[in-house]
């Protein structure tokens, strides 16, 4: 399950529908999604996109996404320093960019125009879509893995936008996982 902390506030939401509500006011949408006897989440990408198809297709219809594609980061993902570098500056993309996390956890840092910067921890399960246009960047977690479905518009639109401001440099991943939600810190 998520966790929203708004570092500037010592605010941390870990209850999903005061999440829903909290992004929703800054025009995220964040749902959850079926993980249990859907599909095996190591399957084949072609078996995921298939046993979420109705969700996609949703997605789809709404949003003019026309492809979705499963990616899949690991430790041993090669080139893993320069992919995540590129995700890890602030930056705005032409579309919306949707993720449902099937495996792992990351953190994507939102900068609202008039409000503080905040982090959303994703974990398997979890639907975030970052409205286009939303300056925003994304860090793995401690474990380095995720495997996400991902949908898109048109592949070019997702190209990052760079900020020049260097906001990210101020901020670290702040993944804290299920074991904070439980009350206790993670090590």
């Given at each position: ?43 084949p990408p072609e078996a ?51 993720r449902f996390i099937l ?85």
């Amino acid at each position: 399950m998520a966790i929203v902390t708004v570092p500037a506030q010592g605010r941390r939401i870990t209850d999903a529908a005061e999440i829903t509500s909290f992004l929703a006011d800054h025009g995220i949408e964040f749902d959850r999604w079926p993980l249990e006897d859907r599909v095996d989440p190591a399957a084949p990408p072609e078996a995921i996109l298939a046993a979420y198809a109705p969700e996609i297709d949703k997605l789809k219809a709404r949003g003019g996404f026309v492809t979705a594609d499963v990616v899949d980061i690991r430790p041993e993902t090669p080139n893993l320093e320069v992919m995540l570098a590129k995700f890890a500056k602030e930056h705005t993309h032409t579309e919306d960019e949707i993720r449902f996390i099937l495996v792992g956890s990351g953190v994507f840092h939102i900068n609202p125009v008039a409000s503080p910067v905040f982090a959303i921890e994703v974990h398997a399960g979890d639907l975030i879509s970052v409205p286009m246009g939303t300056r925003h960047w994304f860090d793995l977690c401690k474990e380095r893995r995720i495997r996400a479905i991902r949908l898109f518009q048109d592949m070019s639109g997702w190209t990052p936008h760079y900020a020049e401001e260097g906001v990210h440099t101020a901020y670290e991943p702040l993944c804290l996982g299920p074991a904070y939600v439980a009350g206790s810190a993670r090590s």
